[in-house]
């Protein structure tokens, strides 16, 4: 249970939407601190991040940074933050997004402020936080960076236009970030989440459509290949885990499908 001991860790998104299922950020959050990493868990709800925190179990080494990821100022407040109580970055990890409480995201209906505000908070927020840890870590000599990207950066089922295009830009830039700091040591890998079950995922669509938890989750577990059952915010925690760690030492520019089979099911 120490796969992350003595590695500093940023994770931005480390609260969750209110809702009943488990959010993969406080499932990350959990999971670093499990795994013996030091964790600033930032969130623009400063309470939601240090539930979090505190279900990582006691005696953590950790504290909370409160910061809208649209704020890019704030992003580097962060960032000096780590510095500031550990003197250095190990890992990053960028799990902010927003998809159907962005607004109307249909072609034929989507607008200027509903694409900028989606691709702000999906989009621009990773590149600035990278932009930030970069130089940190190029003087370190090591480093690992992990965004939370979606399939539907590759599927073609999600109508979400902003959101698809949003994740499509994350993982294009995770890989130039990749190739641009290879040199220096820094790895760069995005996780590509199908259907999990998470409050965003689920308890969101049941606040904005009035459908019950039930028929969200069975019309979602229906279109999973693996058991006809969605994912937990759990296996994408572990495959972060696994990025960020000394086990992935030599992956690097890797786009990870945690899908129970999505993103391999053509033609079936």
Not at 81 to 91: F, H, K, L, Q
């Amino acid at each position: 249970m120490e796969r992350l001991k003595g590695k500093v860790a940023i994770i931005i998104g480390a609260g969750q939407s209110p809702g009943e299922a488990m959010g993969i950020g406080r499932a990350t959050t959990i999971s670093f601190l499990r795994e013996g990493a030091a964790v600033l868990a930032v969130d623009r709800n400063a309470a939601a991040a240090r539930e979090s925190v505190e279900q990582g179990g006691a005696n953590v080494d950790a504290d909370v940074f409160e910061a809208d990821v649209t704020d890019t100022q704030r992003l580097s407040a962060a960032v000096d933050a780590a510095m500031s109580r550990w003197g250095r970055i190990d890992v990053l990890v960028y799990n902010v997004g927003v998809s159907v409480m962005g607004g109307e995201q249909l072609l034929d209906q989507i607008t200027d402020e509903t694409f900028d505000r989606v691709n702000r908070i999906n989009l621009r927020g990773a590149v600035m936080a990278a932009k930030f840890v970069e130089p940190i870590m190029r003087k370190q000599g090591s480093g690992a960076i992990v965004s939370v990207s979606s399939i539907t950066a590759i599927e073609t089922f999600t109508p979400l236009i902003a959101y698809r295009t949003s994740k499509a830009g994350l993982t294009a830039f995770t890989q130039y970030f990749a190739m641009r700091n290879a040199e220096y040591g820094i790895r760069a890998n995005s996780i590509l989440p199908g259907l999990i079950e998470t409050s965003m995922a689920v308890d969101t669509r049941m606040r904005l459509s009035g459908r019950t938890r039930e028929d969200i989750v069975n019309e979602r577990n229906s279109k999973v290949p693996l058991r006809k059952q969605g994912g937990s915010a759990w296996d994408v925690a572990n495959a972060a885990v696994f990025l960020a760690s000394e086990e992935a030492a030599f992956v690097t520019g890797v786009s990870l499908p945690v899908d129970g089979g999505a993103l391999a099911k053509i033609g079936w």
